[in-house]
């Protein structure tokens, strides 16, 4: 690739398209979270002034539940001093700087994040245009490799803050770039292996690399006159080898503690979480999760060593407790359990840093069933953020998929919502129990169409149970969290009706497949119908009231605007929300 081939994607309509395309989206995210206050002209349009007053926006929308700005890209328009301007999107977050909130330390690194996600967008823009009825047809990792939105609410959701663009092009899920992954000898007096019940570190090793890879990297330590005994292997990102341990832990490498051992054998494509890999040469091997030291969506992307030891009990844990559980296994949920992990400690940084430090998260890694071995005959995989992903024709693959169903559109999100929302529902009403069900965490079984079931996934650093008196095993003791009663339902109306279902819902009502009303009313039927299926659990659902008339307003990208390299105090997650006013619940009518 000569120089100027590797940024071939950056082409004068490509970018104009990519800018006009994260204005839109900063305007309704912003509009949303209460950040601006487009006000409404005579002509139907509305308008957002700079901070001057000299510059307006003037765009088409349609005000949707939950406070949805849906907007329009072709209506965007820019004006100063009478005056049309092409669309900028940087000159609109310096325009907009202190509406945004942005400290002047913060606005520069926050435009090169613009930056970096504009430059993602050109490259997206530069492939094959598939549309939605082919995604919904498409093969799993096809459709990991397709999504173009990223994190639906947040406005800068590419950063990658360390990728030059030959790492771009290598590393980035979009451009679907086979990596074969670094190996690493890690001396055992600093590093640890864990492993859930029934895995033993030598079969697992071999089971994962092939018995010839095993042999091969215990020569390169005999090479040295190192014993394979003392050592234990860990997987690293290429990026993190390249740019970060033979640096900054040059030290380790020196004395041996560290060794280089080459690259697997096994391609591997990066998933839309960028640090998780699939196995593509064999499918029904591990996912392998790695530590990035890049800064993306608002935090350094690493991996805590300290963190892995519990990781595999954890899993355990919540796997035994959905197997026991006749509601949840009623719903056909399951989760891919992290079933072992590994993680060097650095003993000097440790001794400079506490224990939330990106100084100590820099080696570490985990490994992640693959759901391929659990399909039946007829089913497929696929993300569930493509439920919300929109092609270049406006449609959306959720509406696609319901198409191809041939079920009426609310029977078809019924039988979403069962398989997805009522295992999130039951798990926090009768085991205080809470997920990340955002879009990147949760893979749907499809089989014509239709949603069969759930797999949760990214368990041990996502979950957390919220009852102060739940007895957990002391492994899993980490996962209690303290939350203000106020705040818990905030798990379920943030991260799924606000962060997920709001996008879905005005997708598929823009499209003229269902009615908006239609879709929040089965939520409610749904949701109804689990708690009636429940009698004796119905204290905490008035504690709790799923149909309080509003909820609170958690606002996403006022953290990432305030802090974007940790936009949450890890000790105080909740002490941290953004919280601005309240939402209506859009199922309380019903």
């Not at 995604?135 to 947040?154: N, V, W, Y």
């Not at 490498?253 to 040469?281: K, M, P, W």
């Not at 079920?407 to 926090?428: C, D, I, K, N, V």
């Not at 119905?538 to 008339?549: G, S, V």
């Amino acid at each position: 690739m000569t120089l100027s081939d590797a940024v071939a994607h950056l082409s004068p309509h490509r970018w104009a398209r990519a800018n006009r395309l994260l204005i839109r989206k900063a305007l309704a995210e912003f509009a949303h979270e209460r950040l601006i206050t487009p006000e409404a002209t005579a002509e139907g349009t509305y308008v957002v002034r700079s901070d001057d007053g000299l510059t307006r926006y003037t765009f088409a929308a349609t005000l949707r539940a939950l406070d949805h700005w849906q907007v329009d890209a072709e209506s965007i328009t820019r004006h100063r001093d009478g005056t049309e301007l092409p669309l900028a999107a940087l000159d609109f977050f310096i325009e907009l700087q202190k509406s945004l909130g942005l400290s002047d330390s913060i606005l520069p690194v926050y435009l090169e994040e613009i930056s970096s996600t504009l430059s993602g967008t050109c490259y997206k823009l530069t492939k094959p245009k598939t549309t939605a009825a082919e995604l919904a047809r498409a093969d799993f990792q096809t459709i990991e490799t397709s999504m173009t939105e990223g994190h639906p609410c947040f406005v800068a959701n590419n950063g990658r803050l360390g990728f030059g663009i030959h790492e771009y092009l290598s590393y980035a899920p979009e451009t679907a770039s086979p990596v074969r992954l670094v190996w690493l000898a890690a001396h055992r007096s600093r590093a640890a292996f864990t492993a859930g019940v029934g895995i033993e570190y030598e079969s697992f090793l071999r089971e994962e690399l092939g018995a010839e890879t095993v042999e091969r990297f215990h020569a390169v330590l005999r090479e040295q006159d190192l014993d394979p005994a003392d050592y234990l292997f860990i997987p690293v990102h290429p990026w993190q080898w390249w740019n970060k341990l033979s640096v900054t832990f040059a030290a380790e490498v020196a004395r041996r503690h560290l060794v280089c051992l080459g690259e697997g054998d096994d391609e591997y494509l990066a998933q839309q979480s960028i640090r998780t890999f699939f196995n593509r040469t064999s499918p029904e091997k591990h996912y392998v999760k790695t530590a990035l030291s890049v800064i993306n969506m608002g935090f350094m992307r690493g991996l805590s060593a300290a963190y892995m030891e519990a990781t595999p009990a954890i899993n355990d844990w919540l796997a035994q407790l959905i197997e026991g559980d006749p509601v949840l296994k009623a719903t056909g949920l399951s989760i891919i359990r992290e079933r072992a992990a590994v993680g060097y400690r650095h003993l000097e940084y440790e001794q400079a840093t506490d224990r939330y430090s990106p100084y100590r998260k820099m080696l570490a890694a985990l490994w992640r069933e693959s759901p391929v071995p659990s399909l039946r005959e007829g089913e497929q995989l696929a993300t569930m953020a493509s439920l919300v992903h929109v092609d270049h024709q406006g449609a959306s693959v959720a509406g696609a998929l319901i198409e191809q169903s041939g079920l009426a559109p609310t029977e078809w999100l019924r039988r979403y919502l069962q398989a997805y929302f009522t295992p999130l529902l039951h798990s926090f009403y009768a085991y205080d129990l809470v997920f990340m069900p955002h879009g990147e965490n949760v893979i749907l079984v499809l089989k014509d169409g239709v949603v069969q079931r759930a797999i949760y996934k990214d368990i041990a650093e996502e979950i957390a149970v919220m009852d102060p008196d739940a007895v957990l095993p002391p492994t899993v003791e980490r996962l209690r969290v303290e939350v203000p009663e106020d705040k818990k339902l905030l798990s379920i109306f943030t991260d799924v009706f606000d962060c997920f279902f709001r996008f879905l819902a005005a997708n598929l009502a823009t499209e003229g497949v269902l009615e908006e009303d239609d879709f929040w009313r089965t939520v409610a039927e749904v949701t109804r119908a689990y708690q009636e299926s429940a009698p004796e659990l119905a204290d905490k659902f008035r504690q709790y009231d799923m149909f309080a008339p509003e909820f609170a307003l958690s606002c996403l990208n006022r953290l990432q605007l305030r802090n974007n390299e940790q936009m949450v105090d890890l000790s105080d997650p909740s002490g941290a929300l953004q919280l601005v006013g309240n939402l209506k619940n859009p199922i309380a009518e019903f």
